[in-house]
């Protein structure tokens, strides 16, 4: 088996993980984890939250993968985690911890966070609002894998992040432009001008953007529809409904 390499990172709202192998000398993505905090969780302290990462990806997520594998390396930005191992000062769950995790063999490295982005961003991940009603909508076998029913809340995120990890706003609103659906109503919308449709391809999707012309705005240069009075919801390309659906896969029943 290739090297791994195990990134991780504890924020106040969640817990992410990212699984590399390295394969001809470069790092390969295997496996992206993030799962929230329970309520008990939250009241962790920081220290705490780290270790609870590491346990939590290295014994339930990641398993599979590293179970008598070879040793491999854990990259953390909270510097007291790397002496978690050796530490006499742990309680009793810090002891359950550490013999769940006898069986790996691994030894942990502090990174510093700006080279830790990718499980940070995991982290806090959880902290982004998803209307469950839409997703289930959206998977619904009568109901068209369409994005403007997909509820993603980005008034937490900042100026230019996306809610998506290795998605950029740029990225978004160039799909946004270029979508079958979306950059008829792209267009529609900076000439404030609803379009006419007469024989349209797609007549039911466009049925339902016609639906929401009153509710539709630009923030951040992104196509946007008001709900809940004026917060504006992201209305996805079709290209990213698959990254939502994988971003739900642990809130909806697989968290560990």
């Known amino acids: 088996m290739k090297p791994c390499e ?20 470069a790092k390969k993505v295997i496996a992206y984890a993030s799962k929230s905090l329970s309520k008990s969780e939250e009241r ?7 270790f609870l990462c590491l346990k939590w990806s ?32 742990l309680d009793a769950t810090g002891h359950r911890w550490l013999a769940a995790l006898a069986a790996f063999d691994f030894e942990i490295e502090y990174t510093p966070g700006v080279s830790n982005q990718d499980a940070d961003a995991l982290s806090r991940l959880p902290s982004v609002r998803i209307d469950i009603a839409s997703v289930q909508a959206m998977c619904s076998v009568d109901f068209a894998p369409f994005a403007a029913t997909m509820a993603v809340f980005a008034e937490k995120t900042e100026e230019e992040t996306s809610p998506f990890l290795h ?16 950059g008829v109503w792209m267009t529609a ?4 001008e609803c379009p006419i449709l007469k ?21 951040r240069g992104l196509l946007h529809r008001k709900v809940e009075g004026e917060k504006p919801q992201l209305v996805l390309p079709t290209k990213y409904i698959p990254t939502v659906c994988n ?10």
């Open 58 to 89: 290295v014994w339930k997520k990641f398993n599979d993968y590293l179970w008598g594998a070879p040793k491999f390396l854990v990259r953390t930005d909270n510097n007291p985690l790397t002496y978690v191992l050796t530490t006499s000062k």
């Open 167 to 182: 998605v950029s706003l740029t990225e978004l609103r160039q799909a946004q432009n270029v979508d079958e659906i979306l």
């Open 247 to 256: 971003t739900l896969h642990d809130d909806m029943g697989h968290q560990g």
């Open 6 to 25: 195990l990134h991780i990172d504890a924020s106040t709202v969640g817990l992410g993980a990212v699984l590399y192998q390295v394969i001809d000398g």
């Open 199 to 219: 024989r349209t391809p797609n007549p039911a999707k466009h049925g339902i953007m016609k639906k929401n012309w009153q509710k539709f705005c630009f923030y």
């Open 44 to 50: 962790y302290p920081a220290h705490k939250l780290e």
């Open 189 to 192: 919308m900076r000439k404030r």
